[in-house]
């Protein structure tokens, strides 16, 4: 086991000019201490490592010169209630002239400092913090596989629920155009009818207005 004295930490081997990858995060517990393991992809060509706390922010931060991450960069939700680790942002940026993989992880209240012991087995990095009751053992690939098909499902059943209602807005604007339909050839009846009966009344009352007038000049004979 090696603890760090220093916020910059070198492991045994030198950096090389090719990346290392980091293949995965695993997280495990015991009744004595938790451990946060990275998996590279090879023992050789190893990166330098640092570590440092924000006690403001409760942010642990992880860097790893000339790194890449298999699951790529970005913010992994973990656990919101964990008293270890919350979430995770995985992002590249320029540190003292070399470029740095960080890890920046929400942290609770079981992860309080950056004076946290390192361990090297083979390919496996691990970083190590006392205690571990109650912890829940992780790992992130499969964290992250099982939220995505939890989202693909999701949206698998969003795009059928969003097709269903697609299918009935376009069944209810059928049945709406053929309501309209009626209603517009039931009016343009009623409207033919009520002309049909102004065009009777109007004959009727011109033959009404005719007779009249013959009546009256017959009177006046």
Not at 91 to 104: A, I, N, Q, S, W
Not at 107 to 130: E, M, P, Q, R
Not at 131 to 138: E, F, H, T, V
């Amino acid at each position: 086991m090696i603890k760090n004295k220093l916020i910059a930490l070198f492991l045994f081997v030198a950096v090389a000019a090719n990346a290392a990858q980091i293949k995965d995060v695993r997280f495990n517990c015991d009744a004595k201490k938790c451990a946060m393991t990275f998996q590279f992809a090879s023992d050789s060509d190893l990166p330098t490592f640092f570590q440092k706390y924000d006690a403001k922010t409760r942010r642990l931060t992880l860097g790893f010169s000339a790194t890449t991450f298999a699951l790529g960069e970005g913010v992994f939700d973990v656990d919101a209630s964990s008293e270890w680790v919350k979430a995770m942002r995985v992002y590249k940026e320029p540190f003292r002239g070399t470029d740095f993989l960080k890890v920046e992880m929400a942290v609770g209240s079981a992860i309080s400092s950056d004076k946290n012991a390192i361990a090297l087995n083979k390919s496996d990095f691990t970083l190590s913090f006392n205690g571990g009751k109650n912890a829940k053992s992780w790992t992130l690939s499969k964290l992250f596989a099982d939220r995505k098909k939890a989202a693909d499902k999701q949206a698998a059943l969003d795009k059928k629920a969003a097709e269903k209602a697609a299918l009935e807005e376009k069944k209810r604007a059928a049945e709406e155009k053929k309501a309209a339909e009626k209603a517009a050839l039931e009016e343009k009846k009623r409207a033919a009818e009520e002309k049909k009966a102004a065009e009777k009344q109007a004959a009727l009352d011109k033959k009404a207005a005719a007779e009249e007038k013959k009546r009256a000049a017959a009177e006046e004979k």
